[in-house]
């Protein structure tokens, strides 16, 4: 079983920046493609950005384009995501996971994490 534990999130003004952290356990995360997904209140999991395991090939949801940036230390078995100009719409839960995509509201592989919650609010 694939487990992410997510850190990093607080409550932050908008314009302002956070650094979220993805750490893998029990496994090595060098052979997976991973994902930042988030949730807000009242709506369905979305993705945010995805990085590929080998390349380093990255994707971004239109929205956060620009503003955030993906990264991955293998040496440290952890995905980062980067987040500049951040906006009250990007107020959610974000969790990690393997795979880049949402499958009837879970990731294509595994389950959801705990999480961490993300306020952007003055």
């Known amino acids: 079983q694939l487990q992410f534990v997510e850190s990093g999130g607080g409550l932050v003004q908008p314009g302002g920046s956070l650094r979220l952290s993805c750490a893998a356990t029990?496994?090595?995360?060098?052979?997976?493609?991973v994902g930042w997904f988030r949730q807000a209140p009242g709506k369905e999991h979305e993705a945010v950005s995805c990085?590929?395991?080998?390349?380093?090939?990255?994707d971004y949801a239109e929205s956060v384009k620009g503003r955030f940036t993906i990264s991955r230390d293998n040496a440290k078995n952890t995905v980062y995501l980067q987040m500049n100009s951040l906006k009250p719409e990007d107020t959610a839960v974000y969790y990690c996971?393997?795979?880049?995509?949402?499958?009837?509201?879970?990731?294509?592989?595994?389950?959801w994490g705990q999480g961490t919650q993300v306020t952007v609010s003055s």
């Open positions: 029990g496994f090595s995360l060098h052979y997976y493609t």
């Open positions: 996971a393997a795979g880049c995509a949402v499958v009837g509201g879970r990731p294509v592989i595994g389950s």
């Open positions: 990085i590929s395991e080998s390349d380093g090939y990255t």
